[in-house]
Nanobody
Framework: QVQLVESGGRSVGYGGSLTLSCTASGQTDLIASWGWFRQAPGKQREGIAVFDSFRTKTYANSVKGRFTISEDSAKKILYLQMTDLRFDDTARYYC???????????????WGQGTQVTVPD
């Protein structure tokens, strides 16, 4: 199994920047793909930045150009650098990882508890 723990979420002013971290532990060799998702109150969860199994980065249009996903593969840490934060970036941010056999289904097998990012209006 894989455990994922996110950190770094807090309240940040409009236009500000923030970096989230996700530390993986356990059977991390099972991770073929991982990335960041978020869920705002009353909204569906959305994938915002993902590393696929070829280490290609994919971003949601809502964050493209403002957010950057990166990883320290040796330390098994995933990062999300967020800039130019807006009110609608307020959400709980989750790290998720997929096993190789789940890739074709687009499923993510392991999820962290999430970390809250708030951009107060």
């Amino acid at each position: 199994q894989v455990q994922l723990v996110e950190s770094g979420g807090r309240s940040v002013g409009y236009g500000g920047s923030l970096t989230l971290s996700c530390t993986a532990s356990g059977q991390t060799d099972l991770i073929a793909s991982w990335g960041w998702f978020r869920q705002a109150p009353g909204k569906q969860r959305e994938g915002i930045a993902v590393f696929d199994s070829f280490r290609t980065k994919t971003y949601a249009n809502s964050v493209k150009g403002r957010f950057t996903i990166s990883e320290d593969s040796a330390k098994k840490i995933l990062y999300l650098q967020m800039t130019d934060l807006r009110f609608d970036d307020t959400a709980r941010y989750y790290c998720a990882a997929a096993r190789r056999e789940s890739l074709s289904r687009g499923d993510f097998d392991y999820w962290g508890q999430g970390t809250q990012v708030t951009v107060p209006d």
